[in-house]
């Protein structure tokens, strides 16, 4: 048998280590995940309720085109119902764009150091890859849009990026998508958007209402706090959902996803707490850092990297040893830096204790005995 040529180098999806494995493999009682930017205050308490009621339907197929939660979620926004279209996750919207615009030999450009799902799924479906790389740890529009042609179909944009934490303003992006051809679609993962709370930070309706070659990407996996339930969306124009809507599987989303979303929605005062101890969580860290004379990079969702000038893998499995996992920017071409999760007060101050013995066992990189 004989595979796609072109997907038979790609590398299987490395997640957040899972605690139980952890907590199996060294033997610990407790331990913190801060790797995989998971709500650590979980969701709404209206979420348990909806999915308990759910039960009573689990042998019945869901509603494929999710009919209330697409009402409720165009309500929310204040577009039309024809704009939303839901994925498991927004993993699967990334996916179903890929699979709807591009086939073999098809352009399509995004940043390094970014989401990895764009690039995997424009690999699967043969596409050139126009790469371009971060300037000053931010995504380069200018050098993005250098590459940008009438042969371009796809582009990319994770606002704030996953994985540095940086964000690009609206003027930045406003005066980028004046200057993209209507023929390329402008994909706009906004999956910590809700996190944001800089007043630079871009306006998605605004822009979508201004080019309708946008699309915006949300999710409820990250401050909604249901990762495991698999559940995002995308907002376009009406034509643009029409034809992602075309390679959409007949029951994508589950009941359950459904019913927790529509739930997780209406309890904005969760959200809401969230943001704010997210950013008081942001502040702590920050300021424990300074104290330890390290620096990071601006943080504008619920995760930061920080550097730390030591090899990240040494790094990583000395935090491990100490129950908490972290990314290794040894992973995401950051050497000697880490990426964490902002986690709950408990959670945050754990880890700096934890960084700190860190910090005192692994050797600092060129500095000399
Ligand atoms: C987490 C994440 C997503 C996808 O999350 P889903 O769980 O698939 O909804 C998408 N984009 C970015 C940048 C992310 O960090």
Known sequence: MQPKPNIIHLPVYQPGKPIEEVKRELGLAEVTKLASNENPFGSSPAVKDALIRE????????????????EAVAAFWG????????????????????????????????????????????????AVIHEVPLKNNTYDLEGMLAKVTAKTKLIWICNPNNPTGTMVTHQELKAFLQAVPATALVVLDEAYAEYVTSPDYHDGLKLLEEHSNVILLRTFSKIYGLASMRIGYGIGHPDVIRTINLVREPFNTTRFA????????????????????????????????SRLGLTWLPAYGNFIMVELNRPAGQVFDSLLKKGYIIRGGHKLDFPTMIRITVGSREQNEGFISALERTLAEVQEVGRPL
């Not at 039960?55 to 697409?70: C, I, K, Q, S, W």
């Open 55 to 70: 039960m009573e339907h689990m042998a019945l197929y869901p509603d494929g085109g999710a009919v209330d939660l697409t």
């Open 79 to 126: 577009v039309g119902t024809d704009q939303i279209i839901f994925g498991a996750g927004s993993d699967e919207v990334i996916l179903m764009i890929a699979r709807a615009y591009l086939v073999a030999g098809d352009e399509t450009v995004m940043s390094t150091h970014t989401f990895g799902q764009y690039k995997h799924n424009a690999e699967i479906e043969n």
């Open 258 to 289: 459904q019913v927790a979303a529509q739930a997780a929605l209406s309890d904005q005062a969760f959200v809401e707490e969230c943001r704010e101890r997210n950013r008081e969580g942001l502040q702590f860290l920050t300021g424990e850092f």
